[in-house]
């Protein structure tokens, strides 16, 4: 009777820790957004007089454009929003480079944005990216190589909360 009992506490506990479990991170990956992607045109690429026709093969791509704004990084914040490749043997340059002159910084908006938008930029060496894509076409070097674009849905969301408030998003 007493171990029937304890049985039946033990079934009902686990029964309640699998359901919150199931609500709590059920609800976190639902509120992962996986049609939202980061762009931005580097300099090299507003340099070289290309947001326009970089912005219209996004538009023409089904990409709908959420937040926009056009800016001049400091080494500090292309820094900051590069930390991630610190310990790569480029971040100095990739630093400098994307401070050396304006940028566009976009959301992007779409099913399947991130992959979709990986494919519509092309490799991030530009001497491998498919003929058509934005780095084939715009783009001379890997690192001047005139866009960025997320790789996953979670780096898609913190690199637009970088630049953009919740009043900067429609
Ligand atoms: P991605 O932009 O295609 O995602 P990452 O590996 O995330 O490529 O690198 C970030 C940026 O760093 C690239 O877009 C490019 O500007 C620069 N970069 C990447 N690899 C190299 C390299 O080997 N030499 C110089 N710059 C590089
Ligand atoms: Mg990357």
Redesign the pocket.
Known sequence: MYLSFKLSVRFTKRVYLLTLKRYFCGNLKETMETNKTFTMI?PDAVANGHIGAILDHIIKGGFKITAMKYLWLTPEKAGQF?A??SA????N??VT??SSGPIVAAILEKDNAVEDF?KL?G???PAKAEPGTI?NLFAK?????A?????SDENAQIEGNFYFSAFEKF
């Open positions: 580097k590069y991630v490749h790569r043997p480029f971040y340059d990739l480079f994307m990986r930029i490799a991030t060496d780095r070097s890997i690192d001047a190589n866009v960025h674009g997320s790789d």
